[in-house]
């Protein structure tokens, strides 16, 4: 089964930094657009950032300049690091991969919790 595993997720005060990791098995992951979503509590799931296979990326205007993704294909594996850590990144974070409309993968999600 593909599987993509999620972890690095915590609890940190304002201004920390944390990095998210995904595993990702049983896909030809080179090929794959990656993802990281976030969802607070009553709050929709939103993008935060995504890398292409080509390694184009795209972020969220409120993590542009705190947050980077970055993959390493040789270990199937995303990244997302987060740095200036505010309260509102408060969210259960999931990996996403995608192929195309109709092959899309979920990770169950890593807890963020940002507080003082």
């Known amino acids: 089964q593909v599987q993509l595993v999620e972890s690095g997720g915590g609890l940190v005060q304002p201004g920390g930094s944390l990095r998210l990791s995904c595993a990702a098995s049983r896909i030809a992951f080179s090929i794959y657009t990656m993802g990281w979503y976030r969802q607070a509590p009553g709050k929709q799931r939103e993008l935060v950032a995504s890398t292409t296979a080509g390694s184009s990326t795209n972020y969220a205007d409120s993590v542009k300049g705190r947050f980077t993704i970055s993959r390493d294909n040789a270990k199937n594996t995303v990244y997302l690091q987060m740095n200036s850590l505010k309260p509102e990144d408060t969210a259960v974070y999931y990996c996403?991969?995608?192929?195309?409309?109709?092959?899309?993968?979920w990770g169950q999600g890593t807890q963020v919790t940002v507080s003082s």
């Open positions: 996403n991969a995608a192929h195309s409309f109709f092959t899309d993968y």
